[in-house]
């Protein structure tokens, strides 16, 4: 079922201007409610425009987006109540950080929203331990904290106020492989425990392979092709055309495949990968 959804939305900076650029060029695509969706294109794509227009930060210079079938700027009464169901997590969050406490931090969208302070509160341990934040850090200040868990503070922040829906750009870049799977973790933890639906940017397709259901591809401003992990990823020279690589694991088994190996399943991740080799290896013995 379509939740969120752009309809022939264009997006011009400058325009009118000498230094007029199209961001995105009369994009139309929509987000399945309770969905991974992963948002992929090389840099100047429009991705972060796109997912700006998904919460209202960025309003389309034309066309429309709608949640729930109804456009999100059809008033400020509307957009308002929209940024509290559509939750925005910018690349490096960790820098809006603002607060005396790592806890008055992450509890600063539920207040907003009018909440008691006792549903705060537990909204805010709730958020911390989804992010893997210890409870004991909530009492520190959030420039006390090391750069992962900045992020994990900041991340929380949006968790607290449960959000229908979560859009993340980058939200692992520049974390060790530990971090950036804790920071993946978390969000898969909140989406079960809420049902909520998640939209990712990221330039990992290792992380992209892994972690979603479905795939918008992005060149030039447009949007050039959707559909799940599989078929993406069934298109090389798509993604080539479009300026990204194929996974690691695919790589790799397109080499086994050449040398003759017969390999079959999800190639596109480390997990299909194993599974395909020790079922080859299996039906050798």
Same mark, same amino acid.
């Given at each position: 079922?379509?939740?969120?959804?752009?309809?022939? +939305?264009?997006?011009?900076?400058?325009?009118?201007?000498?230094?007029?650029?199209?961001?995105?060029?009369?994009?139309? +695509?929509? =987000?399945?409610?309770?969905? +991974?969706?992963? #948002?992929?294109?090389?840099?100047?794509?429009?991705?972060?425009?796109? *997912?700006?227009?998904?919460?209202?930060?960025?309003?389309?210079?034309?066309?429309? !987006?709608? &949640?729930?079938?109804?456009?999100?700027?059809?008033?400020?009464?509307?957009?308002?109540? !929209? @940024? =509290? @169901? !559509?939750?925005? *997590?910018?690349?490096?969050?960790?820098?809006?950080? %603002?607060?005396?406490? *790592?806890?008055?931090?992450?509890?600063?969208?539920?207040?907003?929203?009018? &909440?008691?302070?006792?549903?705060?509160?537990?909204? /805010?341990?709730?958020?911390?331990?989804?992010?893997?934040?210890?409870?004991?850090?909530?009492?520190?200040?959030? %420039?006390?904290?090391?750069?992962?868990?900045?992020?994990?503070?900041?991340?929380?922040?949006? %968790?607290?106020?449960?959000?229908? /829906?979560? !859009?993340?750009?980058?939200? $692992?870049?520049?974390?060790?492989?530990?971090?950036?799977?804790?920071? =993946?973790?978390?969000?898969?933890?909140?989406?079960?425990?809420?049902?909520?639906?998640?939209?990712?940017?990221?330039?990992?397709?290792?992380?992209?392979?892994?972690?979603?259901?479905?795939? #918008?591809?992005?060149?030039?401003?447009? +949007?050039?092709?959707?559909?799940? *992990?599989?078929?993406?990823?069934?298109?090389?020279?798509?993604?080539?055309?479009?300026?990204?690589?194929?996974?690691? $694991? $695919?790589?790799?088994?397109? @080499? &086994?495949?050449?040398?003759?190996?017969?390999?079959?399943?999800?190639?596109?991740?480390?997990?299909?990968? @194993?599974?395909?080799? &020790?079922?080859?290896?299996?039906?050798?013995?």
């Amino acid at each position: 079922m379509e939740l969120l959804k752009l309809e022939g +939305v264009s997006c011009v900076y400058g325009k009118g201007t000498p230094f007029e650029i199209t961001a995105l060029d009369h994009v139309s +695509v929509s =987000f399945e409610a309770g969905k +991974v969706t992963g #948002v992929i294109g090389h840099t100047g794509s429009g991705k972060s425009t796109l *997912v700006q227009m998904l919460n209202g930060i960025l309003k389309p210079t034309e066309g429309r !987006v709608l &949640l729930d079938g109804k456009d999100i700027h059809e008033s400020k009464k509307e957009l308002a109540h !929209v @940024r =509290f @169901r !559509v939750g925005l *997590v910018m690349q490096y969050p960790e820098y809006q950080l %603002f607060d005396s406490t *790592v806890e008055n931090d992450i509890a600063y969208g539920p207040r907003n929203m009018g &909440l008691s302070e006792e549903e705060i509160a537990l909204r /805010v341990r709730e958020a911390a331990s989804f992010v893997g934040l210890d409870e004991e850090l909530l009492t520190k200040s959030p %420039f006390e904290l090391s750069g992962g868990q900045k992020r994990r503070a900041a991340i929380a922040g949006v %968790f607290a106020m449960r959000p229908e /829906v979560l !859009v993340l750009d980058e939200p $692992a870049a520049g974390l060790d492989p530990r971090g950036k799977n804790e920071i =993946f973790e978390g969000l898969l933890a909140y989406r079960r425990a809420h049902g909520a639906t998640l939209i990712l940017v990221s330039h990992s397709m290792e992380d992209m392979a892994k972690y979603c259901d479905n795939i #918008v591809l992005m060149k030039g401003a447009r +949007v050039i092709k959707t559909g799940t *992990v599989s078929e993406i990823f069934a298109e090389p020279a798509l993604l080539y055309e479009a300026g990204l690589t194929m996974p690691a $694991a $695919a790589k790799i088994a397109e @080499r &086994l495949l050449e040398k003759g190996i017969p390999l079959s399943g999800e190639l596109y991740t480390v997990e299909g990968l @194993r599974d395909a080799i &020790l079922q080859a290896l299996a039906q050798k013995n």
